[in-house]
């Protein structure tokens, strides 16, 4: 479905423009309060073959962005999901064609950002890297089950990380494994707490190789 003419997001590219055609294209949305210029300190660990968008998030807030304002930690307002989602995909509109497939990687509050997509056009990803978040609940999504057959998808997190709300944790855990319908591969990394290590970086570089973006 086309989407209405928006401003693009201001994007950190991991290769030149002339270097793009053909490579998978990986999508990946920082967390709150961050922006594309520090997340974009994983790229060396991700496949060298990928081209890598590291994207800002649209709401300025504590001296970084956010994808949506929220009703609570992990609890998307619905509307400004909905805006920060129209805003991705008008923009993805104009580069997927020249990449050979699109995947998503999302921490935290990118996690919820990334389910947001995920969730409203499964059909344009070929896989999805879900990190210390939740999926956004109650944002007026569809979550029927089976809503994300065919799409691989990589579930990283300390379990004993205490910033996101336990009950989002479980209800994402339980549709992903029973309903989602997706090729899940799930992780946990003792002692990560919030953050994204080294250990969790080798599985994510394994798993987009596999899945060829």
């Given at each position: 479905?086309?989407?209405?003419?928006?401003?693009?997001?201001?994007?950190?590219?991991?290769?030149?423009?002339?270097?793009?055609?053909?490579?998978?294209?990986?999508?990946?949305l920082h967390g709150r309060g961050a922006d594309e210029r520090s997340f974009s300190e994983i790229a060396p660990y991700l496949?060298?073959?990928?081209?890598?968008?590291?994207?800002?998030?649209?709401?300025?807030?504590?001296?970084?962005?956010?994808?949506?304002?929220?009703?609570?930690?992990?609890?998307?307002?619905?509307?400004?999901?909905?805006?920060?989602?129209?805003?991705?995909?008008?923009?993805?509109?104009?580069?997927?064609?020249?990449?050979?497939?699109?995947?998503?990687?999302?921490?935290?509050?990118?996690?919820?950002?990334?389910?947001?997509?995920?969730?409203?056009?499964?059909?344009?990803?070929?896989?999805?890297?879900?990190?210390?978040?939740?999926?956004?609940?109650?944002?007026?999504?569809?979550?029927?089950?089976?809503?994300?057959?065919?799409?691989?998808?990589?579930?990283?997190?300390?379990?004993?990380?205490?910033v996101i709300p336990a009950d989002l944790v479980t209800r994402t855990g339980a549709w992903l494994r029973e309903q989602s319908?997706?090729?899940?591969?799930?992780?946990?990394?003792?002692?990560?707490?919030?953050?994204?290590?080294?250990?969790?970086?080798?599985?994510?570089?394994?798993?987009?190789?596999?899945?060829?973006?």
């Amino acid at each position: 479905m086309p989407h209405a003419e928006q401003t693009p997001p201001v994007v950190h590219w991991s290769r030149e423009e002339a270097g793009r055609d053909g490579t998978p294209l990986l999508v990946a949305l920082h967390g709150r309060g961050a922006d594309e210029r520090s997340f974009s300190e994983i790229a060396p660990y991700l496949p060298e073959e990928t081209t890598i968008a590291f994207v800002r998030a649209p709401i300025a807030e504590g001296g970084g962005y956010a994808w949506f304002e929220n009703r609570g930690i992990g609890r998307p307002v619905a509307a400004s999901l909905a805006a920060s989602s129209g805003q991705l995909f008008c923009w993805l509109d104009a580069v997927a064609a020249r990449h050979s497939s699109v995947s998503l990687l999302g921490f935290s509050g990118g996690m919820a950002m990334a389910g947001g997509l995920l969730l409203a056009q499964p059909e344009r990803f070929a896989s999805a890297v879900l990190l210390s978040g939740t999926l956004p609940w109650d944002a007026g999504l569809p979550e029927e089950p089976g809503r994300l057959t065919g799409v691989r998808v990589l579930w990283g997190r300390d379990a004993a990380d205490t910033v996101i709300p336990a009950d989002l944790v479980t209800r994402t855990g339980a549709w992903l494994r029973e309903q989602s319908g997706a090729e899940l591969a799930e992780r946990t990394y003792p002692a990560l707490g919030h953050a994204i290590g080294a250990g969790e970086l080798d599985d994510i570089r394994v798993f987009l190789t596999g899945a060829g973006g």
